[in-house]
């Protein structure tokens, strides 16, 4: 099971920071990524990190802004974002995927959490 926190209502070039934390099986065992979703839009890839946390990558919407990190000492992932847009506003996901490597797209990943809504202000 997978659990969003973290999100809210922040105005343009602000920061919020996202959490996932994860319960059941160990956490290390999977990739982690984040997604969003904006009204009328389909789910879209925002960033996503490898199991030991050794690699990352981005969607080039959000490289430079956001950062992926995670600590499996907690089963917890996290998305920092920074320099908030409002073209950001979405409900941001996390999701698990079995195996190594980093993935991008939805249809590769096992486990979802509920989502978060992340709102900003222009």
């Known amino acids: 099971q997978l659990v969003e926190s973290g999100g809210g209502l922040v105005q343009a070039g602000g920061s919020l920071r996202l959490s996932c934390a994860a319960s059941g099986r160990a956490f290390g065992s999977y990739a982690v990524g984040w997604f969003r979703q904006a009204p009328g839009k389909e789910r879209e890839f925002v960033a996503a990190?490898?199991?030991?946390?050794?690699?990352?990558y981005y969607a080039d919407s959000v490289k430079g802004r956001f950062t992926i990190s995670r600590d499996n000492a907690k089963n917890t992932a996290y998305l920092q974002m920074n320099s908030l847009k409002p073209e950001d506003t979405a409900v941001y996901y996390c999701a698990a995927r079995v195996g190594a490597g980093i993935r991008w797209t939805t249809n590769e990943y096992d486990y979802w959490g509920q989502g978060t809504q992340v709102t900003v202000s222009s």
């Open positions: 990190i490898s199991r030991s946390g050794d690699k990352t």
